[in-house]
């Protein structure tokens, strides 16, 4: 049966570049991105259609409301893409194979060495990351407690209704990326390491998206290379293409839906507009924080669609693309769960605790929050001037940190108080993060600060003049503000630049655009060995930051064992060693075919709990702030967290139970980010 499912997908992803190709001009790039928007955009709604039925387990359902989509999809778009030129794939790979071939005989030895280093660098990083994606199961931190803990609950409950987890992710988060990791999983035949399969796309997707966008700017084959190739190794970015975090793949639907507004204003073609509008409703349906990037989407809008000859035309793009964002979100945007939040919490993105423990609303009044934004906005970017990467290793961290003395100094005479005043933050500021956060979570490296950010000032400040890089630094400047204002600071919060990344490598298109900067033009000897020296330093990050992950090591590293070769449950559990012995005990006792009661609390790993084969069922019983359930019939077992049943008068421990082993005191002496509970464990049959 197995066999049959992948027959299917094939067949299924067939169907979908014969769609893509219908709407796609005769262009590589755009074909890949079109068949990325048609793969989700064919599955999400699938996901809400048949979690209405009751059918999010059935695999049978699945391959008929997929292959239905897509028919849907099909019908759609011959009406609204009119007919164009007939081309093959086939042809069209050649061709562009013919075009690679002949631009690198044309380039210099210099930009030989360049681009001989990046192409480099993004084989080993692209190797790596796809054996690691092949061999290692899931192990990041919201995986663990919501984002496919939730999967799993769904495929097990039949349905993507809310039920009430411990972990306020399990229910208020929107649903639509939960939908491909279903279809993934049941898809594949239940193969775990399938969950990353849309953030590996995701990566490779969003490289041809900066390509494809640096084509439309700057129509330099060798600017957009750069670009593409820079972006590879924007470190965070690099790092998640092997995880199942959310932060990639909205990267990537705002990596296509700035491709089709910049390809809308090259061209001025209709269809632009209908792509820009669905992929607008698949990212807004997709995560909340999009919200953060509004801003600096309508910026980009203004620059590639509002700005018009005339009211008469402004008016028709205007109401082209308000009506294709307006229908395509009855698709992809209501139904993923903010309208359900409201029902349930009072509020699109959940209760009020989840709310406040990131939000504006921690700042209190309108002064402070502008102060501690405004230290917001000056930490962030102190965060971003960090050989992040290369001071994973010790000799990389003492450059770092000699490197920045100019900065912690100035920040001392300008009297910012930025690592001694800790109101609106999560984690008190400090000029040299913890080594779990960087490493963890890393900026853009060494483009960004040597390169990227000096360029972005020099052209907000008008030194340099481009009229499409002044919209790009106004956008980034929006999101730089939203993420500072919006909420308190957080050392992890260097994945949501991600997505900022995407404006600011295209400034990387002045290197071989703007007279004063140009690398192409022979002499400029010192200028061309700076460009060289950042482009190396930003490589061995690259690999450094991917070889030196400790969430997922290649190879055995720091006094630990690679990730190919952990056992599973220290694997997962690696984030919070503390609970790692009473997982493996309750692993040993629980049988795989087990129905568990768990009386856990928000931030407990569940996910490790399912087994191997992710077969035990988990009923939970301690519903985010709704209080303690009774244990269901059908329940095996128990396992608790002391905290949680703690002798009252709904559910009492027993002498009986066993306790499996938490390590309480190892919070305390390695500094872990959230405290392990005492976890207990009772047979009830």
């Known amino acids: 049966m197995v066999i049959f499912y992948w027959l299917t997908f094939f067949l299924f992803l067939y169907g979908i570049s014969f769609v893509a190709k219908k709407i796609a001009q005769p262009s590589l790039t755009e074909l890949i991105i079109t068949f990325f928007i048609l793969f989700v955009g064919s599955i999400i709604p699938t996901g809400f259609i048949l979690s209405a039925l009751d059918l999010t387990a059935n695999v049978f359902a699945w391959i008929g409301g997929t292959f239905g989509i897509l028919a849907l999809q099909y019908l759609l778009w011959t009406k609204l893409v009119p007919q164009q030129a007939h081309y093959t794939i086939r042809g069209l790979i050649a061709n562009r194979l013919s075009t690679f071939r002949l631009w690198t005989r044309e380039l210099s030895v210099y930009l030989k060495v360049i681009f001989g280093a990046m192409f480099l660098t993004f084989a080993i990083i692209g190797i790596t990351n796809l054996i690691l994606v092949l061999f290692t199961a899931p192990n990041e931190w919201d995986s663990m407690t919501g984002?496919?803990?939730?999967?799993?609950?769904?495929?097990q409950r039949g349905t993507m209704e809310h039920f009430g987890g411990a972990n306020w992710n399990?229910?208020?988060?929107?649903?639509?990326?939960?939908?491909?990791?279903?279809?993934?999983?049941?898809?594949?035949?239940?193969i775990e390491n399938s969950f990353k399969l849309i953030h590996q796309l995701s990566y490779y997707v969003t490289l041809a998206s900066v390509f494809g966008i640096a084509q439309r700017i700057g129509r330099n084959l060798s600017a957009s290379f750069f670009c593409a190739l820079a972006y590879s190794v924007f470190l965070d970015f690099l790092m998640q293409a092997v995880t199942t975090e959310t932060d990639i793949v909205l990267t990537a639907y705002l990596s296509c839906l700035l491709y089709f507004l910049f390809t809308y204003f090259t061209n001025r073609d209709n269809r632009y507009l209908y792509l820009t509008g669905?992929?607008?409703?698949?990212?807004?349906?997709?995560?909340?924080?999009?919200?953060?990037?509004m801003p600096s989407v309508f910026v980009i809008m203004i620059y590639t669609v509002f700005l018009a000859p005339g009211f008469k035309v402004?008016?028709?793009?205007?109401?082209?693309?308000?009506l294709a964002i307006a229908f395509f979100a009855l698709i992809y945007t209501i139904p993923t769960g903010y309208i359900r939040n409201i029902q349930v919490f009072g509020h699109p993105i959940g209760p009020p605790t989840a709310r406040y423990h990131q939000s504006y609303e921690r700042a209190g009044g309108a002064a402070n929050l502008f102060e501690q934004g405004s230290r917001n906005v000056i930490r962030y970017?102190?965060?971003?001037?960090?050989?992040?990467?290369?001071?994973?290793?010790?000799?990389?961290?003492?450059?770092?940190?000699?490197?920045?003395?100019?900065?912690?100094?100035?920040e001392d005479k300008l009297r910012m108080r930025l690592d001694e005043e800790a109101d609106f933050t999560i984690v008190p500021f400090?000029?040299?993060?913890?080594?779990?956060?960087?490493?963890?979570?890393?900026?853009?490296?060494?483009?960004?600060?040597?390169?990227?950010?000096?360029?972005?000032?020099?052209?907000?400040?008008?030194?340099?003049?481009?009229?499409?890089?002044?919209?790009?630094?106004i956008a980034f400047c929006l999101n730089l503000a939203a993420i500072s204002y919006s909420a308190a600071y957080d050392p992890f919060k260097g994945r949501y630049f991600m997505e900022a990344g995407l404006f600011g490598v295209l400034f990387l298109l002045l290197l071989f655009s703007h007279h004063r900067l140009s690398i192409i033009k022979p002499r400029r000897n010192v200028w061309k060995g700076y460009i060289m020296v950042v482009v190396g330093l930003a490589c061995i990050s690259g690999i450094m930051a991917v070889y030196l992950n400790i969430r997922c090591l290649p190879l055995p590293s720091y006094g630990m064992e690679s990730a190919l070769t952990m056992d599973r449950i220290p694997y997962q559990t690696f984030a919070r060693p503390d609970i790692t012995k009473a997982y493996v005990r309750f692993d040993s006792i629980v049988p795989e075919n087990a129905t568990v009661a768990l009386a856990t609390v928000n931030s407990d790993f569940e996910y490790p709990l399912y087994g191997k084969d992710l077969t035990r069922k988990l009923i939970s019983i301690n519903p985010f702030e709704e209080g303690l359930?009774?244990?269901?019939?059908?329940?095996?077992y128990l396992f608790y967290a002391r905290k949680v049943i703690n002798d009252t008068s709904k559910i009492r421990a027993l002498p009986t139970?066993?306790?499996?082993?938490?390590?309480?005191?190892?919070?305390?002496?390695?500094?872990?980010?959230?405290?392990g509970e005492d976890y207990y464990l009772r047979k009830l049959k």
């Open 629 to 636: 359930r009774p244990i269901p019939k059908d329940a095996d």
């Open 381 to 410: 970017t102190y965060d971003f001037c960090n050989l992040d990467g290369i001071r994973n290793a010790q000799w990389g961290y003492d450059l770092n940190t000699a490197i920045r003395k100019p900065l912690v100094v100035l």
């Open 657 to 675: 139970d066993i306790r499996l082993g938490s390590d309480t005191t190892l919070y305390h002496r390695t500094f872990l980010s959230e405290k």
């Open 430 to 473: 400090s000029f040299q993060r913890g080594f779990y956060y960087y490493n963890a979570n890393p900026y853009w490296g060494v483009f960004g600060f040597a390169l990227i950010l000096p360029l972005m000032l020099l052209v907000l400040i008008r030194v340099f003049r481009s009229r499409v890089h002044f919209f790009l630094v």
């Open 147 to 155: 984002h496919l803990n939730r999967a799993i609950r769904y495929i």
């Open 314 to 322: 402004f008016f028709e793009r205007t109401l082209r693309l308000g």
């Open 170 to 190: 399990m229910d208020t988060y929107p649903k639509s990326l939960t939908t491909i990791h279903i279809y993934s999983y049941l898809i594949s035949g239940d």
């Open 278 to 293: 669905i992929t607008f409703a698949i990212v807004t349906g997709h995560k909340a924080t999009f919200a953060l990037l």
